[in-house]
Nanobody, 123 residues
């Protein structure tokens, strides 16, 4: 059974950094991604990475966040720098096995989800 387990969330002041990690229990995935959901808002895609290393970012995090993966393509990381209060949300790791897509950020398309890790950025 596929399980995704996130770690690395926490509370930081604006301008600070956090690194999120997500392990996929040794399974290999075609795409892995990070989503986030703030209270009262819809879940949104933050960053995705394909098996061959193609990346995609939502505009609001470009230049500040970096997604990466391990060689086994079963773990994904999100380095978050220059954090802003608007980045406050529950962050979720997601993975899929869909072939033919390149780092998608569609919420409905991902098959596997972690339970989330909270990121809080204070001003």
């Amino acid at each position: 059974q596929v399980q995704l387990v996130e770690s690395g969330g926490g509370s930081v002041q604006a301008g600070g950094s956090l690194r999120l990690s997500c392990g996929g229990s040794g399974y290999t995935f075609m795409n892995m991604a990070w989503f986030r959901q703030a209270p009262g808002k819809e879940r949104e895609g933050v960053a995705a990475i394909s098996r061959i290393g193609t990346t995609r970012y939502t505009d609001s995090v470009k230049g500040r966040f970096t997604i990466s993966q391990d060689n086994a393509k079963s773990s994904v990381f999100l380095q978050m720098n220059s954090l802003k209060p608007d980045d406050t949300a529950m962050y979720y790791c997601a993975a899929d096995r869909r072939a033919g897509l390149s780092a998608p950020l569609d919420v409905s398309g991902f098959q596997y989800w972690g339970q989330g890790t909270q990121v809080t950025v204070s001003s």
